[in-house]
């Protein structure tokens, strides 16, 4: 392939492989620390893992590895009504059967490969086919044929550390928000799962030692009681009742605004289904792909959701979270949580905790629906005095609220890059 200033075919610059899934009834293709990947794990420019991992023998029966610098880019699945997702791979990878892998040739930046895919998205959404059930199909042969601009290496190499440049702050906000949700994570199952401020009290230990150890103030800490007591969930401390999650919460249901009627959609109220689903650090959804109109809220079982409003998936990828960044809407496959008498940052780590229940009794596997008997039938400890969970949203609300900061400031920068992306990778503006 000569290397020179053109347009070219993307198979004339990239070997293009398919994913698959290993078998799922084999368990132990399914215990190991390969990442492998799918439609729900492309929600950023850069991928480091994924939701899911297989095993050596996973990966030998049944998929493949994607090599680092890949480009992953989605070929089927129901996002591809509105959006193709891309993103490169940053380690080895699988995928499954619904990705394809990029990999560049010769003379080719893998970067550059990248960004010349993406800024190529409009025309290969215009490319995409409907397969049934609302499911979209990129067609390979359209892949392969897909147009890509072609400067010399050391262009491409300056044209995708141009563009990386905004995607590095982008990753670094993304490792910011891991940080920021695991400190607030881990101070909940602090004081609500593993009872550490009452244990250190039962233990003896000075007042100040504890504060000191676990981040405490004193006025904090005496919100604690000093004894656990056994309860049909073991011990918990002394004075906590022991209450199904649905006693604790409000629940409120989604709905859909008939597809058939053009003017129930495309308006400015966002409606929000699983595949807007953020990843677990990221917690807020900003956005989501499809919005309604006021006619389409007002004429449908759908509600508007207040800001700072847990949702969770009920059927399909079930279990997945998010809190509300804006006042939103959702589908009739998830529900709404409202928390009766506690913050909202106590309500969705709570139900991050119903969650991580859910898949310890279904033993890790993934559980097919939440009903409103779920919500019943899973039994929390709950604090006699809620000040102790009002000190927990009063202490990591600013936690909360940098995660969010940091999400829409990455929006911003991606649109940037966006529109960066088609003068750059056409040479309508070059770089001196």
């Known amino acids: 392939m000569a290397n020179n200033d053109v347009w070219v075919r993307l198979e004339d610059i990239a070997d293009i492989t398919s994913g698959g899934t290993p078998s799922k009834a084999r368990e132990d293709y399914w215990i190991g620390d390969i990442p492998w990947v799918s439609a729900?794990?492309?929600?950023?420019?850069?991928?480091?893992?994924?939701?899911?991992?297989?095993?050596e023998e996973g990966l030998k029966?049944?998929?493949?590895?994607?090599?680092?610098?890949?480009?992953?880019?989605?070929?089927?699945?129901?996002?591809?009504?509105?959006?193709?997702?891309?993103?490169?791979?940053?380690?080895?990878?699988?995928?499954?059967?619904?990705?394809?892998?990029?990999?560049?040739?010769?003379?080719?930046?893998?970067?550059?490969?990248?960004?010349?895919v993406l800024a190529a998205k409009p025309t290969l959404l215009a490319a995409v086919e409907l397969a049934g059930h609302g499911t979209g199909r990129l067609p390979t042969d359209r892949l392969k044929s897909l147009q890509i601009w072609l400067p010399p290496e050391n262009d491409q190499r300056r044209i995708a550390h141009v563009l990386g440049t905004l995607d590095d702050k982008i990753e670094l906000n993304?490792?910011?928000?891991?940080?920021?949700?695991?400190?607030?994570?881990?101070?909940?199952?602090?004081?609500?799962?593993?009872?550490?401020?009452?244990?250190?009290?039962?233990?003896?230990?000075?007042?100040?030692?504890?504060?000191?150890?676990?981040?405490?103030?004193?006025?904090?800490?005496?919100?604690?009681?000093?004894?656990?007591?056994?309860?049909?969930?073991?011990?918990?401390?002394?004075?906590?009742?022991?209450?199904?999650?649905?006693?604790?919460?409000?629940?409120?249901?989604?709905?859909t605004p008939k597809t058939s009627i053009a003017e129930y959609w495309d308006g400015d109220i966002p409606w929000f289904s699983v595949v807007d689903a953020p990843s677990e650090s990221d917690v807020f959804v900003i956005e989501t792909e499809k919005s309604i109109s006021e006619s389409g809220l007002k004429n449908s079982s759908t509600r508007l959701l207040p800001e700072l409003t847990t949702i969770i998936s009920a059927r399909g990828t079930v279990g997945r979270l998010a809190l509300t960044a804006c006042p939103m809407t959702m589908?009739?496959?998830?529900?709404?949580i409202r928390g009766k008498n506690s913050g909202p940052f106590f309500t969705y780590f709570a139900t991050r905790e119903?969650?991580?229940?859910?898949?310890?009794?279904?033993?890790g596997t993934v559980f097919d629906t939440i009903t409103r008997d779920t919500f019943s039938n899973v039994h929390l400890p709950i604090p006699d005095d809620l000040a102790v969970a009002s000190a927990f949203d009063e202490i990591v609300e600013p936690v909360m609220l940098n995660i969010k900061q940091n999400l829409e400031?990455?929006?911003?920068?991606?649109?940037?890059?966006?529109?960066?992306?088609?003068?750059?990778?056409?040479?309508?503006?070059?770089?001196?």
Request: net charge negative.
């Open 40 to 55: 729900k794990d492309l929600k950023t420019p850069r991928l480091f893992d994924a939701e899911d991992h297989i095993s």
């Open 61 to 116: 029966n049944g998929t493949r590895l994607a090599p680092a610098g890949a480009t992953l880019i989605l070929t089927r699945g129901m996002t591809l009504i509105s959006d193709v997702p891309t993103c490169i791979a940053e380690r080895d990878l699988a995928f499954n059967q619904d990705l394809k892998a990029l990999v560049a040739k010769k003379g080719v930046d893998s970067r550059y490969l990248n960004y010349a």
């Open 174 to 255: 993304r490792q910011l928000n891991a940080t920021l949700e695991a400190l607030a994570r881990a101070l909940f199952q602090s004081w609500f799962v593993a009872f550490d401020p009452v244990r250190a009290k039962l233990s003896g230990e000075p007042e100040a030692e504890t504060c000191r150890r676990l981040g405490l103030t004193p006025e904090v800490l005496a919100l604690f009681p000093d004894e656990l007591e056994e309860s049909a969930l073991g011990e918990i401390p002394k004075g906590w009742a022991v209450k199904s999650f649905a006693e604790t919460v409000e629940l409120i249901g989604g709905g």
């Open 331 to 336: 589908n009739q496959s998830c529900y709404a």
């Open 354 to 363: 119903l969650v991580a229940i859910l898949k310890q009794s279904s033993h």
């Open 409 to 432: 400031e990455s929006r911003i920068l991606a649109a940037l890059r966006d529109e960066l992306l088609p003068k750059l990778l056409s040479g309508e503006v070059r770089l001196a």
